[in-house]
């Protein structure tokens, strides 16, 4: 049997759409259409999917609110959720960061895409994970690109509370941080996993546009960053420097 996706949606033609299509990609397919429905198979029920797609338009609980309930869960807070929403704005790519959600997806979809995310967010341990924390979006998706083709998992957030969230939950090998976010800056990210008992060892980089001999002390010496690497950046230099990190 392939590997178990719960899906929750409530219009009958997507429903069927992603049944079909991802059954012929071996995945096995569970649709309910309401968070209730879900939360009652993923509590009582005690069902562990390998992944969740989770729609945000639902009758009685919206989706941002089932995400959080899901990653506020001892027991489910570990399985992937990746969110599908006809919403393209950057604040709601923001509001599914703040919600816990590992993956966003717009509709209209393409299958291929959906697939793939679902590979992402349920290879099996040993793949090393990254962490990028950065607001500005073209970074970060050139960095997503560029690391995922060098065989890391990645996951990127947009701001500083959600970077904490995500270190929590996520224990990646390497946060790639920047230092001005909205919300909580760098500096604040970095001191509150350096003060953690057992996040305090995790290695970061810092990836920031200061450059200053004072910034790159405190970085450094005062909040024991393991790099501090400036903008704009050598992204062959970066990514070298990403291994070293991680398998060196």
Do not use: H
């Not at 929403?85 to 923001?94: I, M, P, R, S, V």
């Not at 065989?151 to 500083?160: D, E, H, K, L």
């Not at 420097?241 to 398998?247: E, P, T």
């Amino acid at each position: 049997m392939g590997r178990k996706i719960l899906l929750v949606e409530d219009e009958s033609t997507i429903v069927e759409l992603l049944r079909v299509n991802l059954q012929s990609s071996g995945f096995d397919i569970e649709a309910v259409s309401s968070g209730e429905e879900a939360m009652a198979r993923l509590i009582r029920d005690a069902l562990r999917p390998d992944a969740i797609l989770l729609d945000v338009r639902l009758p009685g609980m919206t989706g941002w609110e089932i995400c959080r309930r899901i990653k506020s869960e001892p027991d489910t807070r570990k399985i992937p959720v990746i969110i599908l929403t006809a919403a393209a704005q950057k604040q709601d790519k923001e509001q599914a960061e703040e919600s816990g959600a590992d993956e966003y997806v717009t509709k209209p979809f393409d299958m291929e895409d959906i697939v793939n995310l679902i590979e992402k967010v349920t290879r099996k341990d040993g793949v090393r994970k990254i962490l990028v924390a950065e607001d500005d979006l073209n970074i970060q998706e050139l960095l997503r690109i560029n690391l995922e083709a060098a065989g890391y998992a990645v996951t990127c957030v947009s701001r500083g509370d959600c970077a904490i969230e995500a270190v929590s939950r996520d224990k990646p090998d390497l946060l790639i941080l920047d230092i001005i976010m909205p919300d909580q800056d760098g500096w604040e990210v970095c001191k509150t996993i350096r003060d953690s008992g057992d996040l305090s060892d995790m290695k970061i980089l810092i990836l920031t546009s200061k450059s200053s001999d004072m910034d790159r002390m405190i970085g450094k010496e005062i909040l024991k960053a393991d790099e501090y690497v400036t903008k704009p950046f050598d992204l062959d230099g970066l990514l070298s420097i990403v291994k070293g990190l991680i398998d060196g």
